[in-house]
Each structure stands twice: as structure tokens, then as C-alpha cells.
């Protein structure tokens, strides 16, 4: 299991759109991904756990990847979470 | 004849025209059991239903991020788990347990506090009636197929319905639901069509094809009007539509006034999001970025950083001048996280720079923020409240500390920052003057100082009527600080609802008042009144 810290720099946070982008990319990865945001775990492969966990901008979470391609996955994803999934 | 007067306008304008009644058809879920045997045949049912929901928003997903954003959800695992372990678990037929799964993911997000993704419960149960309608077999209206002016009301719309609302035709939209920051009221903002929303009842109100006419910008609707009320709106919908066009026109001149004086127009703000909405004004700058809002909407005091990130975003997108006012809190705006002392006359207790001066350490995280953000525009620091001179030099002293720590930090910030004060106790009036050899420029708060000039509570509608900035004393009071401050060769500009005001124009222009700020609705209609 290989974890790394991000800090979301999206204006309004991890709302529908950016959740969006970030779920879909995570569906391609086969490692279990999952987002650590205070107390909550968040499911990176589904948006509706994303959205639901109301991340602000300027947050900082621990990106957690646990399975085959567990250090490429965590590559791509904290890269694209700090990229500003496209927003 | 029946005029209603509401409070909730969402996009301005003016409209009459027939009703058309969007309503949704029936999408009750059937409350049959099942048996352990049809488990399988409801799961089918549901899978069916979501692979077609998927293909329709798969050809309105490409190039809309609002239904990329749905066809991610209507495929996202957590919906299909919940629906399915109703479905083998409780004995739910696959309506219903479509039906309990999107309540309860829709309840999450209507719970959250954040005005935003409340909203986002809306495009939950969207799609909850995508997958309802395929799974009972029944269509939904399509706004689409309207062909003639009408007015739409509804309950609400979503963006499945608003997808196909087209301009020509629909001249108007009322909604019983809905708040100004829902998805119908952006939509209705961006292709300028008048809508309210919010107006409980309606729909029992509005037979078919019943005429109505609306001035949204002022709240008003009128059911049934008669042969001359209808004349009167189509008249007065002409005369919107040209005058708008008349301002928009104006927009590329600069507010220079007839005696050759260049005046700035600013615009008052309160996130980032306004500052582009007040761009294409042609604005010459933000006279007052509101920092409270950034607490208000907050579950926490925000940290240095959190406050720089909106900064630096607001100061690269208005270049020419940023104002930023530090805390303004107490009086009548409160804090969720922060309790605050009951008061017996909060107006005059425990708010603005005083707070700020006695929670230095909360202060230094803004004016480090308010700093940092400097280096990327002209940034400039407003103080709230002021009374004397000796809160003036304490807030400044405090910048100057910041400014050392940041200096031995190696941070980049506008060395040359100017620090300036609100004008709006009427101690800062009689001491204009003194405040004008140490404050790099004012700005006239006039709500505030006429509330404290005129000890007249402008939330009192007892004595609504005595409130007014017009009065000889808050005009003189007025004049008074402009001379002060032109005598030491700073800027004067006003900020309060006065500055918006275009029959306030005139005299403002007359006693030399050097900068407009207003919201950005008044911008337009106070250049125009520069300009002649």
C-alpha cells in the first residue's frame, strides 16, 4: 500500500465536475483507490462518495492506492489532482 | 386580475406571455413485494433501464460537463449497490428501491452546508427520474417541443430540462422551488431570460394557457392581466430590452465626465465568482472585496492559505485595483463556529477592526494572505469601523509586522501596499482630516454612516422613512471628507449603496467624489449618468 498527501486547489472544491474527471480516471486504475479526507474515506472510483465528502479548496488529502498497480496509480492520480482535474 | 409580489429574482427582465405548465408525469414508485424468486428479473429490470439512461446521457455528455458529470453518477457504483442490496435484501421491487437509494444519497448532500452542493441533491434526483421514467416506461415532457412564446412554470427544473430550453421561445420561467444558486437560475442568468423562483403555489394558481406577465427584476407577477396590463408589460418589455441594449452599448467608454474628469467604476464583490460576473462592465477595479463572506461560508476561521488562494485568484483577474476590506463581522453578521457575546446594541459593540485588534493572531493570518496575494496585482488594504487614530496605526503597525516577518521569510509582496480606512463613524468624519496625513486613501461606507449620523436603525421599518443618505447632514458629512482627503492628495471613493444610487450621481460628481463602487446590476445605469 503506497499513500501520498495532496492539497485540492480547485476554486470550489471537489464538486460534480472535478468529481467527475476524478472518478473516471480512477475506474481505469486496478488498484483499490481510496481518498483519506479527516475521519472520512472516501471511494475515488465513485463519484457520488466523492461529492458526498464536500472537500473544499485548499483541502489536504491522503491519496491511499492498495493493489497491483498501486505506485503508478497514485502517480496519476496525485498528479491530476494537482493538475486541477481539468478545471 | 391577482398580482403577486415575490421576493427571489433570478435573472431580471420583463416578459408576457401564455402559460405553459411543465409538469412531470408520474413517477410514483409501484409499492409492490417481491418474492426471492423475481430478485434476479428486478435486478434486470433496473440494469436495463440504467444501460439506456446511460446511452441517452452518453449523447449529452460529450462537450456538457453538467451531464458528464451525471453519466458518471448514473453508472457510479455506490447506486447500483444500494439499489441492488434493497432489491435481494429487503424485498423491494426495482422501482422502489430506485426510488429509497436516490432519497437517501440526495438527503446527504441537501444536509451539507455549503449552498453549492446542497444544490447537487437536484442533480441527484435527476437522475433518479431518468431511471423512474425508463423503469415505468413513461416520457417526460420535453421543453424542446415548445414552438411558440410562452412563460414555463414548474416545480423545478433540472438541467435534463433545461438542456432543450430554447430562447426564442421561452420568454419567461417561474419555478415553486429552487433558490437563486440552483442550476435553473445560472442557466436562466446566462441566456437572459427572467425567471423567479421560489414562488410556493403557483402552479394551482396558473390554469393552461392563462396569460401572465412578470417583471422579475422586481418581484412582481401578474395572473390574467387585463387588455391594458398587457399592453403596459409589452410596452414596458420593449423599453427594457432597448434600454439594455442602450447600456451595453455605453459599456466601452470610460467614465469620464463632461467637465473631463476620469472617474473609476468599481464594483463591490464578494467572491471571485462576482468579479467575473462584473467583468464585461468594463469595471475599473474592485472598490470592495468583502472578506466576511469568506468566514461566513466557512466552518472555520479560514487559514492563511485558504484566504491567499482566493486572493491571488481575485487579484489576477482584476488587475488594475483590488480593495479588499479586512473582517467585518458583528452587528448583524455572525460567525457559525465563533459564538459571540449577546449584545444589547451589537451596531455599536464588538465588531470589525475591533475584533481584528483584539484577535491579533486571526488578523495577521488575513493581512499575510491579503500580502502574499499583492504580488500578483495592485492589491490595496481596507480597514473597517475605524474611530481613531489609534486603531488606524495599530492595524497599521500590524501590516508593518507582517511585512518584516515576511521579508525575513523571503516572501514576495507589493512593498508599496496602500492602507486605507472605511469612512462610515461619524468620529472618522470630524476627524478626516487627521486620518488623511496617515490613510492612503477612504472610502465612504455610507449605509453605516448614515445609520450612525442620523441615529436611524436602517433595519427598523418603523422608521424606514427617516433613513436617508440624502439628508443635509450625511451630505455635508460627506463633502466634508472628500475636501479632507483631496487636501492631503488621496483618492476618495465610496462604497455604500449611495455609490449605486444614479440620482445620487449628480451631487456625489459635485462634491468631487473620486471613485464609484457599487454591485455590478448598478454599474451600467451610474456610467451612463457619469457620461452625461
Given at each position: 500500500m503506497v499513500t501520498q498527501k495532496v492539497t485540492v486547489i480547485n476554486p470550489s472544491g471537489l464538486h460534480a465536475r472535478p468529481a467527475a474527471v476524478l472518478a473516471k480516471a480512477a475506474g481505469k486504475c486496478k488498484s483499490n483507490a481510496v481518498i483519506l479526507y479527516g475521519d472520512k474515506k472516501i471511494q475515488i472510483k465513485s463519484i457520488l462518495s466523492i461529492m458526498g465528502a464536500g472537500v473544499k479548496k485548499g483541502a489536504e488529502v491522503e491519496i491511499q492506492c492498495d493493489g497491483e498497480t498501486e505506485k503508478e496509480d497514485l502517480k496519476m492520480l496525485v498528479e491530476l489532482i494537482e493538475s486541477g482535474l481539468g478545471e | 386580475m391577482e398580482q403577486i409580489h415575490v421576493d427571489k429574482t433570478a435573472s431580471r427582465g420583463i416578459a408576457a406571455a401564455l402559460v405553459y405548465r411543465y409538469l412531470e408525469p408520474d413517477l410514483m414508485p409501484d409499492t409492490q413485494r417481491i418474492t426471492k424468486e423475481q430478485v434476479s428479473e428486478e435486478k434486470k429490470k433496473f440494469d436495463s433501464a440504467r444501460s439506456a439512461v446511460i446511452r441517452e446521457l452518453e449523447e449529452l455528455a460529450a462537450g456538457n460537463e453538467i451531464f458528464a458529470a451525471h453519466l458518471e453518477i448514473a453508472g457510479d457504483f455506490t447506486l447500483q449497490d444500494a439499489v441492488e442490496n434493497k432489491i435481494a435484501e429487503?424485498?423491494?421491487n426495482a422501482q422502489m428501491a430506485l426510488q429509497e437509494s436516490i432519497d437517501e444519497i440526495a438527503a446527504i448532500f441537501e444536509a451539507m452546508d455549503d449552498a453549492y452542493m446542497k444544490e447537487r441533491g437536484a442533480d441527484i434526483k435527476d437522475i433518479g427520474k431518468r431511471l423512474m421514467a425508463k423503469l415505468k416506461g413513461v416520457k417526460r415532457p420535453d421543453l424542446g417541443d415548445i414552438r411558440s412564446e410562452v412563460i414555463v412554470t414548474a416545480k423545478d427544473l433540472y438541467p435534463s430540462d433545461t438542456v432543450k430550453l430554447n430562447p426564442a421561445f421561452v420568454k419567461g420561467i417561474i419555478t415553486e422551488e429552487g433558490g437563486i444558486t440552483s442550476h435553473v437560475s445560472i442557466i436562466a442568468k446566462s441566456m437572459n431570460i427572467p425567471t423567479l423562483v421560489g414562488v410556493k403555489g403557483i402552479l394551482a394558481k396558473l390554469k393552461e394557457d392563462c396569460m401572465v406577465c412578470m417583471d422579475a427584476g422586481q418581484g412582481i407577477i401578474v395572473i390574467d392581466p387585463d387588455e391594458k396590463v398587457r399592453r403596459e408589460y409589452k410596452e414596458k418589455e420593449e423599453a427594457y430590452d432597448q434600454e439594455r441594449a442602450r447600456l451595453v452599448s455605453l459599456?466601452?467608454?470610460?467614465?469620464?465626465?463632461?467637465?473631463?474628469k476620469r472617474i473609476s467604476l468599481c464594483a463591490n464583490v464578494g467572491n471571485v465568482e462576482d468579479i467575473r460576473n462584473a467583468l464585461p462592465m468594463n469595471?475599473?477595479?474592485?472598490?470592495?472585496?468583502?472578506?466576511e463572506f469568506l468566514y461566513m461560508e466557512n466552518?472555520?476561521?479560514?487559514t492563511e492559505e485558504e484566504q491567499y488562494q482566493v486572493y491571488k485568484e481575485a487579484a489576477q483577474l482584476i488587475p488594475d485595483e483590488l480593495t479588499i476590506r479586512t473582517l467585518d463581522i458583528g452587528g448583524d453578521k455572525e460567525l457559525s463556529y465563533f459564538e459571540f457575546e449577546k449584545e444589547e446594541n451589537p451596531f455599536l459593540g464588538w465588531r470589525a477592526i475591533r475584533i481584528s485588534l483584539d484577535m491579533k493572531e486571526m488578523f495577521k493570518e488575513q493581512i499575510r494572505a491579503i500580502l502574499r496575494a499583492s504580488a500578483f496585482g495592485h492589491v490595496r488594504i481596507m480597514f473597517p469601523m475605524i474611530i481613531s487614530l489609534e486603531e488606524l496605526r495599530a492595524a497599521k503597525e500590524i501590516v508593518e509586522e507582517c511585512k518584516q516577518e515576511m521579508d525575513t521569510e523571503g516572501v514576495e509582496y507589493d512593498r508599496n501596499i496602500e492602507c486605507g480606512m472605511m469612512m462610515e463613524t461619524p468620529a472618522s468624519v470630524l476627524l478626516a482630516e487627521e486620518f488623511a496625513k496617515e490613510a492612503d486613501f477612504f472610502s465612504i461606507g455610507t449605509n453605516d454612516l448614515t445609520q450612525y449620523l442620523l441615529a436611524?436603525?436602517?433595519?427598523?421599518k418603523k422608521i424606514?422613512?427617516?433613513?436617508?443618505?440624502?439628508?443635509p447632514a450625511v451630505v455635508r458629512a460627506i463633502g466634508q471628507i472628500i475636501k479632507a482627503g483631496h487636501k492631503e492628495g488621496i483618492k476618495v471613493g465610496m462604497c455604500g449603496e449611495m455609490a449605486g444610487d444614479s440620482s445620487a450621481v449628480p451631487i456625489l460628481l459635485e462634491l468631487g467624489l473620486d471613485e464609484f463602487s457599487m454591485s455590478a446590476g448598478s454599474i451600467d445605469y451610474v456610467r451612463e449618468q457619469i457620461l452625461n
Open positions: - | 429487503e424485498g423491494k459599456r466601452n467608454r470610460p467614465a469620464v465626465t463632461k467637465e473631463g469595471i475599473d477595479g474592485v472598490g470592495l472585496f468583502r472578506s466552518d472555520h476561521f479560514p436611524v436603525d436602517r433595519g427598523n424606514a422613512d427617516r433613513y436617508s443618505y440624502f439628508h
